[in-house]
């Protein structure tokens, strides 16, 4: 069991009370360029990453970039780094992103990704929670 499978585990058990939505998703790519764009983010610096909706009065808040085209949003994520726990990189890109602490979070839910072009394949995962 890696790094990553046992931080699953961990995770699991913590928020074992929760309905954590699991998902599977295969993607099948046809652009080699972009394949290897994203493996060489993917296990060089990153494995997975976070996203975290932050609750606030019942609404959830998100967050928008200068450079995005108007009207668009988005639920604030970050990167995790290889050696680095999941809990570890929500609290660290909770701070970075937003520049806001934690007071209480939950687990809501874990994608694994599948990536796949012609003979070559990697996972990667997002994990999805709810902070406040």
């Not at 699953?8 to 394949?35: G, P, T």
């Not at 007071?103 to 990667?124: A, P, Q, R, T, V």
């Amino acid at each position: 069991m890696n790094k990553l499978e046992k931080n699953v585990k961990i995770l699991m058990n913590k928020f074992k009370d929760n309905e954590i939505i699991k998902r599977y998703a295969k993607v099948i790519i046809s652009d080699k360029d972009f394949y290897d764009y994203i493996s060489s983010k993917i296990g060089v610096d990153r494995h997975y990453e976070v996203i975290f909706g932050i609750k606030n009065d019942g609404k959830i808040i998100v967050a928008r970039q200068d450079n995005y085209p108007e009207g668009i949003f988005r639920i604030p994520s970050g990167g995790g780094n290889i050696n680095e726990d999941v809990e570890s990189a929500l609290f660290r890109e909770v701070e970075e992103e937003l520049g806001y602490s934690i007071i209480d979070y939950w687990l809501i839910g874990i994608i694994e990704y599948e990536i796949i072009y012609m003979d070559k394949c990697f996972s990667f995962f997002s994990f999805c929670f709810i902070i406040t």
